[in-house]
């Protein structure tokens, strides 16, 4: 099936734009409308959900060690239930990809390429990305040790620039309404932590799979970081109008100016989200594809990375009419939706594992 290893440094390195290549565009606007001024608290909070997720996933792991999610899912649910579920998954999987592409579509089509027909952005994505998946595992681990550094160092970079034009005074007063505010906006960014489940395909892929547990906490707490230091300088430098524009970033990457000579660099935050998109895209892809194989007990997922890819073009398409449509079903629908499948479930299927696991234990010693 998949006979390519990474190790879990890798792992968590995917797992970085897995993450934030589309919570850094959307989320700081959506977690302020509630969050205000304490909206860089938002993502501390949220990232509970990251590291219980991997948590799970890698007690799952421990329990099914060569399986992903949708094979320990028969084995633990039965066969007929199990079954039933892991199919559910792939439909989650199937929409879920589907909207993350039409996220990037929404930001490419409405910032740069306003002509461009929405198929056209899509389907040059989605073909870049099947290159990508159709080389495996490690294809996609070595694109993101490529890919991470250099985005990283462009965001920190506009990050510097940006700095003479913050004014502390936008994060008082701190803690106006005591905690709330800033929980209820964890509770869209915490849907993204959540997301940290799709680990469970590649943990029985690593090369060290003892620290996949390690670098998957670290990875969430390097996703918690970046992301309040993000929502800390777009509140620092946009205010109160965080919660009206729909890209703070891009708003962002717009007040840098220096000389009159260095400014403009909207192409950058342009590169950082396709860079982002890529590998976010690619590692949600290779997930449903491999899913699929093994569901349908296929010896290579290989074949079905192109019809896929054409669904995925259809299901980005069809997913929101427009962004108002899609950033209402992102802050309203989507956190209860995503935590059903990536964190609800996981959670009852290690319940039933470790039932039966004991059950099994306690026959063992009673037969011994």
């Not at 918690?224 to 524009?245: E, R």
């Not at 009159?260 to 290779?286: P, Q, S």
């Not at 290579?300 to 108002?324: E, H, Y």
């Amino acid at each position: 099936m998949e006979r390519g290893k990474i190790s879990s440094i890798q792992m968590a390195i995917m797992m970085n734009p897995a993450i934030l290549a589309t919570v850094l565009m959307l989320v700081p606007a959506i977690t302020a409308k509630h969050a205000k001024q304490d909206l860089w608290l938002s993502p501390i909070w949220a990232s509970v959900t990251g590291f219980i997720v991997v948590y799970i996933a890698y007690r799952l792991h421990k329990l099914y060690p060569k399986e992903t999610l949708i094979q320990f899912s028969e084995r633990i649910l039965g066969k007929i239930i199990g079954k039933i579920i892991a199919a559910c998954y792939l439909l989650y999987y199937l929409h879920l990809t589907g909207i993350i592409i039409r996220e990037y579509g929404e930001f490419v089509s409405g910032t740069f390429l306003h002509l461009t027909p929405m198929v056209v952005v899509l389907g040059s994505m989605v073909a870049v990305s099947a290159f990508a998946v159709y080389g495996g595992l490690e294809v996609i681990g070595r694109c993101s040790e490529i890919i991470v550094p250099v985005v990283l160092l462009l965001y920190l970079t506009i990050f510097i620039l940006l700095f003479k034009d913050l004014d502390i005074n936008h994060m008082f007063p701190l803690l106006e309404n005591g905690l709330k505010p800033s929980l209820l906006g964890s509770v869209v960014p915490q849907s993204w932590f959540s997301e940290y489940i799709v680990i469970s395909f590649f943990l029985p892929y690593l090369t060290d799979q003892e620290k996949g547990l390690k670098w998957g906490m670290l990875s969430v707490f390097s996703v918690m970081f970046i992301m309040v230091i993000t929502n800390f300088m777009t509140l620092l430098l946009l205010g109160k109008l965080n919660s009206v524009v729909t890209y703070p970033v891009m708003i962002a990457a717009r007040y840098i100016s220096i000389a009159d000579f260095f400014e403009h660099l909207e192409a950058v935050v342009m590169a950082i989200w396709v860079a982002g998109a890529f590998v976010k895209i690619t590692v949600f892809y290779y997930a449903l594809v491999l899913g699929m194989a093994q569901w349908l007990k296929l010896s290579d997922f290989r074949p079905l990375v192109l019809p896929t890819g054409l669904l995925l073009i259809l299901m980005g398409k069809w997913s929101a009419a427009n962004l108002q449509e899609l950033a209402h079903f992102l802050s309203s629908t989507a956190p209860f939706y995503l935590l059903t499948f990536q964190l609800c479930l996981p959670v009852i299927m290690l319940f039933i594992a470790l039932v039966k696991n004991r059950s099994k234990q306690k026959k063992g010693k009673t037969a011994g």
